[in-house]
């Protein structure tokens, strides 16, 4: 099971920091990623970060804005998003893949989290 939390409303420029608390898996095991879904949009890659976080990979367009990180030993992944902008307005959902890649495409996570809703307002 994987519940994420932090979202919330926050004025462009702001920041927020997501967090997934994983229970149920072999946490250590897994690469853990972040995606989001905006109103009428498909679910896109937003983050990635390898079983022992020495690598992570991030959407093109984030980079530089939003850093993930985890902590096995809490079975935990955050995900920092700094300089948010109102088209960064999503419901944003935690993956686990049981992989040794970092992976990108939503139907390689076949665990996800229930989401959690971030409005950035203008």
């Known amino acids: 099971q994987l519940q994420a939390s932090g979202g919330g409303l926050v004025q462009a420029g702001g920041s927020l920091r997501l967090s997934c608390a994983a229970s149920g898996l072999s946490f250590s095991n897994n690469v853990m990623g972040w995606f989001r879904q905006a109103p009428g949009k498909e679910r896109e890659f937003v983050a990635a970060?390898?079983?022992?976080?020495?690598?992570?990979d991030y959407a093109d367009s984030l980079k530089g804005r939003f850093t993930i990180s985890r902590d096995n030993a809490k079975n935990t992944v955050w995900l920092q998003m700094n300089s948010l902008k109102p088209e960064d307005t999503a419901v944003y959902y935690c993956?686990?893949?049981?992989?040794?890649?970092?992976?990108?495409?939503?139907?390689?996570?076949?665990?996800w989290g229930q989401g959690t809703l971030v409005t950035v307002s203008s």
């Open positions: 993956a686990a893949s049981s992989t040794a890649l970092i992976r990108v495409r939503t139907e390689d996570y076949p665990y």
């Open positions: 970060i390898s079983w022992n976080g020495g690598r992570a």
